[in-house]
């Protein structure tokens, strides 16, 4: 397959972002489970992801560089078992994580899905600078919602490679885990997945990952609510909310929530909802893998396990899945 042609330092942005009337109805479904639960995604407008940027580089929190090292370490063996074609990937953020791929793989494209418009737009300048060759897309995007990848030049016709780092999986419960996985499998029509996923620790450790003593894993929760209150009229009182990341052996998994310090009546999305004092609001999950747990998840989405890399203590893996059949 020949490269699409496209100027070198030249990208470009595809705004496909939920509109406020989904985000107003998701909010109330989320409102309304018990306990309440609203989407991950919806933590990332442009300065959540600038404290999830500052949380990769607390301390505690060993996720971000474990991964970078292992990429980093591994990517030319890596870059020859994915083969060649165009890398997509899913959640970039800052996408910090793809450029040892960039380097090696040296790509047709490079397609990065996210959230936040703002962030994806200065996370693919600062990667267009350092790598002028690999032409560039930004779309943003919920890709777990995505029906189709856009029809562009830089896609149509292409091998796509996926990459889906940062162990985001686990924002997932288990059967939406599988759900995303077989979307997946139809966005990249046929090619690999690249998977990055976090192993169970002791309970201190996990539980100091998330809720790190500078105080930013609290800061990105609130956040969430300083949100909701400018994007969809309303009223919440942060300091009415306190934060907590918890661990659950049994789901394998942290739970992050915000709980009501009183009991207080709270409007957003054109609706009253009462909080009970001790009442929380799930903010995210963090569902840690065993590799065998791992397998067992992607083998129901539909893909097998080619290949795993781990880093010396094997506490991060990054999985090559290619499609079942």
Request: hydrophobic share 40%; glycine share 6%; aromatic share 8%.
């Amino acid at each position: 397959m020949n490269a699409p042609s496209i100027t070198p330092l030249q990208s470009e942005l595809i705004t496909l972002h939920p509109a406020l009337a989904d985000m107003r109805r998701m909010v109330c479904d989320g409102m309304r489970k018990k306990p309440r639960q609203l989407p991950a995604w919806m933590l990332y407008d442009a300065e959540g992801s600038r404290l999830f940027e500052k949380i990769c580089e607390q301390p505690e929190y060993s996720l971000s560089r474990t991964e970078i090292e292992l990429l980093e370490k591994k990517a030319a063996v890596i870059a020859r078992a994915l083969g060649a074609g165009v890398i997509v990937e899913f959640g970039a953020g800052s996408a910090r994580k793809v450029g040892p791929l960039l380097h090696t793989l040296r790509p047709t494209a490079y397609v990065a899905l996210d959230i936040s418009s703002e962030h994806l737009q200065e996370s693919i300048k600062t990667l267009q600078r350092q790598f002028p060759k690999v032409p560039m897309l930004g779309i943003c995007c919920d890709h777990s919602q995505l029906n189709a990848l856009p029809d562009h030049p830089l896609l149509r016709g292409q091998r796509l490679i996926g990459f889906f780092p940062g162990s985001s999986l686990g924002n997932f419960e288990a059967t939406e885990a599988i759900v995303l996985l077989r979307h997946f499998r139809k966005l990249l029509n046929g090619g690999p997945l690249l998977l990055g996923l976090d192993h169970p620790k002791p309970q201190a450790r996990m539980e100091a990952a998330y809720n790190d003593a500078a105080g930013i894993s609290a800061a990105f929760a609130h956040n969430l609510l300083r949100r909701l209150n400018h994007e969809l009229e309303g009223d919440f009182a942060l300091d009415n909310f306190t934060y907590r990341a918890s661990w659950q052996a049994e789901q394998s998994r942290v739970q992050m929530e915000l709980i009501s310090k009183c009991e207080q009546l709270v409007t957003v999305a054109g609706q009253q909802w009462l909080f009970n004092a001790g009442e929380s609001l799930i903010t995210e999950y963090s569902i840690k893998y065993l590799p065998e747990a791992a397998l067992a998840v992607v083998a129901e989405a539909g893909w097998h396990g080619v290949q795993r890399w781990h880093d010396p203590a094997d506490e991060f893996s990054l999985h090559l899945l290619k499609p079942s059949d």
